[in-house]
């Protein structure tokens, strides 16, 4: 599975950015789809996930602000992020946990990241 993301910029704050994420390749099923992001000296936190059913998960600084969403179909995810601070400055990366086969595990995979930059 390779994931592909897009979307990132450098934004004023307040301002708003829209991430987004194909999936690709020879899969059998793509599970849970998620942004991720990792500021400089910190670790790497969940941001936001969904669910094949559409039920979705927040970290408690980004709830009112940002939405996830997806699109089974296209195998996409997308991060709407709005009212942005500069501490959403980080590198975002688009996750997803797939199956390749109908007997395999789940894996997670990774995209390649895209930087968030909001200024003051």
């Known amino acids: 599975v390779q994931l592909q993301a897009s979307g990132g910029g450098l934004v004023q704050a307040g301002g708003s950015l829209r991430l987004s994420c194909v999936a690709s390749?020879?899969?059998?099923?793509?599970?849970?789809m998620g942004w991720y992001r990792q500021a400089p000296g910190k670790e790497r936190e969940l941001v936001a996930g969904i669910t094949p059913g559409g039920e979705s998960n927040y970290q408690n600084s980004v709830k009112g602000r940002f939405t996830i969403s997806r699109d089974n179909a296209q195998n996409t995810v997308a991060l709407q992020m709005n009212d942005l601070k500069p501490e959403d400055t980080a590198v975002y990366y688009c996750?997803?946990?797939?199956?390749?086969?109908?007997?395999?595990?789940?894996?997670?995979?990774w995209g390649q990241g895209t930087q968030v930059t909001v200024s003051s």
């Open positions: 996750n997803c946990r797939a199956k390749i086969t109908k007997d395999s595990s789940n894996f997670d995979y």
């Open positions: 390749g020879r899969f059998f099923l793509i599970n849970g």
